[in-house]
T-cell receptor
């Protein structure tokens, strides 16, 4: 099945800083999603983005399917952005989303 | 319902007991997925259904784990003869159909003592 790798594993920011999270995948994808796991353990959908670029407020995401990666941009980070960010991809003949190990983000005030 | 609903939210059970975890997907969603997530890890696939048919159960760790979705809506994940290594968050997700956005419930925390 498809392999998903995320980097960096951990990230610590000062409030107001910008950051870029990366997701690499091993095969052509049908679908790719970004999630935020908040400190209470809820998995919140951020983007459904098999290709192209989308923006939602301070967050944006870009997937370059031909080069097998996706990027999540967080601008002007806030303490409420803290948590773990996961990407999940399905492809390589399967429609079952496979998750990466996540990027743990801490934003200090 | 408005979102995916899971119950119980927290379950503590003694080793050797059976547990049943319930998932009520978003109304009208055809596809339903079960994942397991250990602390510090990403969700790992267990099994998924389209309507009432179990399409893939390759992620179930052993034959103590089973799942059903008899009427194509609510699903139950059953773990028999629980072991301490079964302790984890069990997550359910649903989507309109395979290959579309998946939405997760709040999860069921299982602790086996």
């Amino acid at each position: 099945g498809i392999q998903v790798e995320q980097s960096p594993p951990d990230l610590i920011l000062q409030e107001g800083a910008n950051s870029t999270l990366r997701c690499n995948f091993s095969d052509s994808v049908n679908n790719l999603q970004w999630f935020h796991q908040n400190p209470w353990g809820q998995l919140i959908n951020l983007f459904y983005i098999p290709s192209g670029t989308k923006q939602n407020g301070r967050l944006s995401a870009t997937t370059v399917a031909t080069e097998r990666y996706s990027l999540l941009y967080i601008s002007s980070s806030q303490t409420t952005d803290s948590g773990v960010y996961f990407c999940a991809a399905d492809g390589g003949g399967s429609y079952i989303p496979t998750f990466g190990r996540g990027t743990s983000l801490i934003v200090h005030p | 319902g408005a979102g995916v609903s899971q119950s119980p939210r927290y379950k503590v059970t003694k080793r050797g007991q059976d547990v049943a975890l319930r998932c009520d997907p978003i109304s009208g969603h055809v596809s339903l997925y079960w994942y397991r997530q250990a602390l510090g890890q990403g969700p790992e696939f267990l099994t998924y259904f389209n309507y009432e048919a179990q399409q893939d159960k390759s992620g179930l760790p052993n034959d103590r784990f089973s799942a059903e979705r008899p009427e194509g809506s609510i699903s139950t994940l059953t773990i028999q003869r629980t072991e301490q290594r079964d302790s984890a968050m069990y997550r359910c997700a649903s989507s309109v159909s395979s290959g579309n956005t998946i939405y997760f419930g709040e999860g069921s925390w299982l602790t086996v003592v």
